[in-house]
């Protein structure tokens, strides 16, 4: 049981926008930033969004952060197949002097 | 260009120890925080551990899974980082990544395979 909590899947279709979410708590999300990464099947996970809503370089504007209180969340829009993947979270938990993952999102596009 | 390369994993038995290595190109390693993070098969991510950089002392964070039995070290002359795994346990079975922190993790490895069966 992942300390950052995320819904199993989503889904949705392409074109449209999907919304994931992120609920922690004051000692992780509440008082820490937070990152979400994208993975592949059998690839290396791939950063997407850095302090709650900061993009890298080379990451569409479709992917955005946002947080609130102990929530973040990740947005995308015009969903392609492509974005078909498991998506994470992660933040610092300050309680337990290390950092927590979400148990990720599967996001499928119908 | 930026490169993370993890050696050293295989095969254990229970109870033995493994020590992975993460080779660094195209920076210094000391400038940055470097983490460990692995998955286990068909499962999430989970954190392992954190070497903080030279201005924060190279100081030290694990998980509570692994606290105890992982170390983490670093090697400044072969710009490499290592953790150390000892005890090992049948779930401690993974794909171990580590990664550049700058922000997030900017830079990841390819992995390396850790399987503890007896």
């Known amino acids: 049981q992942s300390v950052l909590t995320q819904p199993p899947s989503v889904s949705a279709a392409p074109g449209q926008k999907v919304t994931m979410s992120c609920s922690g708590s004051?000692?992780?999300?509440?008082?820490?930033?937070v990152c979400w990464y994208q993975q592949f099947p059998g690839t290396v996970p791939k950063l997407l969004i850095y302090?709650?809503?900061k993009r890298p370089s080379g990451i569409p504007d479709r992917f955005s952060g946002s947080k609130s209180g102990t929530s973040a969340t990740l947005d995308i829009t015009g969903l392609q197949t492509g974005d078909e993947a498991d998506y994470y979270c992660?933040?610092?938990?300050?309680?337990?002097?290390?950092?927590?993952f979400g148990g990720g999102t599967k996001l499928t596009v119908l | 260009e930026v490169h993370l390369v993890e050696s050293g994993g295989g095969l254990v038995q229970p109870g033995e120890s493994l020590r992975l290595s993460c080779a660094a190109s195209?920076?210094?390693?000391?400038?940055?925080?470097i983490d460990w993070v692995r998955q286990a098969p068909g499962k999430g991510l989970e954190w392992v551990g954190r070497?903080?950089?030279?201005?924060?002392?190279?100081?030290?964070d694990y998980a509570a899974s692994v606290k105890g039995r992982f170390t983490i070290s670093r090697d400044h002359s072969k710009n490499s980082l290592y953790l150390q795994m000892n005890s090992l346990k049948i779930e401690d079975t993974a794909m171990y990544y580590c990664?550049?922190?700058?922000?997030?993790?900017?830079?990841w490895g390819q992995g390396a395979l850790v399987t503890v069966s007896s």
């Open positions: 990664a550049r922190r700058y922000g997030g993790y900017d830079y």
């Open positions: 195209g920076f210094t390693l000391s400038d940055y925080y």
């Open positions: 070497s903080r950089n030279r201005a924060k002392s190279f100081t030290t």
């Open positions: 004051s000692s992780n999300i509440g008082n820490k930033d």
């Open positions: 302090d709650n809503n």
């Open positions: 992660i933040a610092w938990d300050s309680s337990l002097s290390g950092a927590v």
